[in-house]
């Protein structure tokens, strides 16, 4: 049943505090607690009876609600009988866990309140149990051992009639559904409703809503279960933002809004067995995880290139198998970090490379097997075999390019660093010796450096990049930007604001044309002898000379770093 029936239900005495964006959630069950951390008890989709007698404070209602939230329960409904009124603490700390709270009338007993939703849970369990018991046998007979999730999508679409598919966190196909009743396959979605699930489920899990999350895009709703490492799957202390980059996510086609408690466990049930096979890959992971990371570190103890080049000639079957002769090599460099958190993010950036890393045109969860990927302190570090650098600085071959590295991925992601979290990403140059790897390494750190210092939340940059005065930028200090830059553009900024001038546009356009008088002329559309009057005004006022190289490169960073 919804939120929404216990509000409409006169007879019940609630009230709603908060929540209103929050009333189509399903409620499965019904507890009465005072307990201050009743978690031990709940399974999730629960509407809590509370009197509030664990309040002491108005501390306590956070630290309550919070274990609720993670708990999964569907909303609170609080007593006024103790206290008179629901206090605000309690009202504050629901809306900051977008967690539903009722105020239930004095008059009305929490046993009416429970009689009443035990009576229409029941009723509605009671249609479609034989049912689902018996989907439930075949699927967990099945399982996933055989066809990876390939065959419990299947089992989706021929017993519940539910067309499914498999996402990566950054909207990778992995698996979908075949049609029911036949063998082909369902059609896959577009690349761009994948990223957009992708991102809908990153950004709903970082608010701790409890799913299914339903996304609506044109007339089609889909609703979408995490999937998670089996390890991971009960709730935890650990930070939200820690995991939630490296769920799967099972998008389905249905309104799960409507669905009864029984098929919610099912699908709920589906989850978990694809979470073996998740477990399955991230063991099969290991091998290739330890081989970058014992390249990694003759790297950077300095090793003799023999033995690195040793060690490379292992990983080299591995990762390119039926190959023949060693590769040339990419080092890639990614960082995860979080405002205000000085948490290990290395494992979080390994998780996300190695799914970055795979040409999101693929399909299935084995298309990462040839990527290798370490993490040290609070980075990652990828060794990326190239069978070939052919067309590697055209953009034709098989060269990771650091432009196209994030397009695919960008907006999803973005949506699960949600505001507080940034990712960057460096790539060196190919390389085709282990001589060479250490020079890598720091190309592709020195990379990343600065594509931190760029806007946004995912940047990336490459070695064709680092040829540029411009690189040297971001790592002024930022007192020394700031007066470099008012020395030389404060004069003229002052002067624009007082006379309307636009010496600074005029400067901008200067440089832009390398010193044309015509050109610049003609893009201002200026007399030529106009342009002169403001250039000369700007050389008057800052005491330098727009005919000397060395003044046009002061103005033309100083414009850079404003």
């Not at 307990?35 to 108005?58: I, K, M, N, Q």
């Not at 034709?396 to 990712?423: F, M, N």
């Not at 700031?482 to 400067?507: G, S, V, W």
Request: net charge negative; proline share 5%; glycine share 8%.
């Amino acid at each position: 049943m919804r939120l929404r029936a216990l509000l409409d239900t006169d007879a019940l005495g609630l009230r709603l505090l908060y929540g209103e964006d929050e009333l189509e959630r399903g409620v499965r069950g019904v507890m009465t607690t005072d307990l201050r951390d009743p978690s031990r008890y709940l399974s999730g989709g629960e509407l809590v009876l509370t009197g509030l007698a664990w309040r002491r404070d108005a501390a306590d209602s956070e630290p309550f609600v919070r274990i609720l939230a993670q708990a999964g329960v569907a909303a609170v409904a609080a007593g006024t009988a103790e206290l008179g009124d629901v206090p605000d603490d309690l009202v504050v700390a629901c809306a900051r866990h977008r967690l539903p709270l009722f105020a239930v009338h004095e008059s009305v007993a929490f046993a009416t309140i429970t009689e009443h939703v035990v009576r229409q849970v029941s009723g509605e369990r009671a249609g479609d149990l034989a049912a689902v018991v018996d989907r439930h046998r075949r699927m967990m007979t099945s399982g996933p051992a055989g066809g990876g999730p390939d065959v419990v999508l299947d089992l989706l679409g021929s017993d519940l009639d539910l067309r499914a598919w498999l996402l990566s966190p950054t909207g990778r196909l992995i698996a979908g559904s075949t049609a029911a009743g036949s063998r082909e396959a369902e059609p896959a979605l577009p690349a761009d409703v994948c990223a957009r699930l992708a991102a809908e489920q990153l950004a709903a899990a970082r608010t701790g809503r409890p799913g299914p999350h339903r996304v609506t895009l044109g007339r089609t709703t889909y609703s979408l279960f995490p999937v998670r490492s089996s390890a991971r799957s009960a709730p935890a202390s650990r930070d939200v933002r820690e995991t939630v980059l490296s769920d799967w996510v099972l998008a389905v086609e249905a309104d799960a809004g409507e669905w009864t408690g029984e098929r919610l466990d099912l699908l709920h049930g589906v989850t978990q067995l694809i979470a073996v096979e998740r477990d399955r890959r991230d063991a099969a992971r290991t091998v290739r995880r330890r081989l970058a990371q014992e390249v990694l570190e003759l790297v950077q103890t300095g090793a003799a290139p023999g033995e690195i080049a040793a060690r490379l000639r292992v990983a080299a079957p591995v990762l390119l198998p039926g190959l023949g002769t060693a590769p040339h090599w990419q080092v890639v460099v990614a960082r995860v970090d979080w405002d205000g958190q000085e948490a290990d993010g290395g494992p979080v950036a390994q998780a996300l490379l190695e799914e970055i890393l795979v040409d999101p045109a693929s399909t299935g969860p084995e298309h990462s097997d040839r990527i290798a990927v370490a993490h040290t302190g609070d980075e990652a570090i990828a060794l990326v075999p190239l069978p070939s650098v052919t067309g590697e600085h055209d953009g034709s071959g098989a060269g990771v390019l650091a432009d196209a590295l994030l397009a695919a991925v960008r907006d999803p992601l973005t949506a699960g660093l949600d505001g507080d979290g940034r990712l960057t990403l460096g790539v060196s140059a190919a390389v085709h010796s282990a001589e060479g790897l250490r020079g890598a390494l720091e190309e592709a750190r020195h990379a990343r450096r600065v594509a931190a210092a760029r806007q946004g939340r995912v940047c990336a940059a490459g070695h064709q990049e680092l040829a540029s005065h411009v690189l040297l930028l971001p790592f002024v200090p930022d007192d020394v930007r700031r007066a470099f830059t008012a020395r030389l553009l404060d004069p003229l900024r002052d002067y624009d604001r007082r006379h309307r001038a636009e010496l600074i546009p005029t400067l901008e356009a200067f440089l832009d044309c390398d010193g044309s008088w015509t050109r610049c002329a003609s893009r201002l559309h200026l007399h030529v002898n106009t342009l002169r009057y403001r250039v000369g005004r700007i050389e008057q006022l800052t005491g330098r000379d727009l005919s000397r190289l060395e003044d046009k490169l002061d103005f033309f960073l100083a414009l850079r770093m404003s």
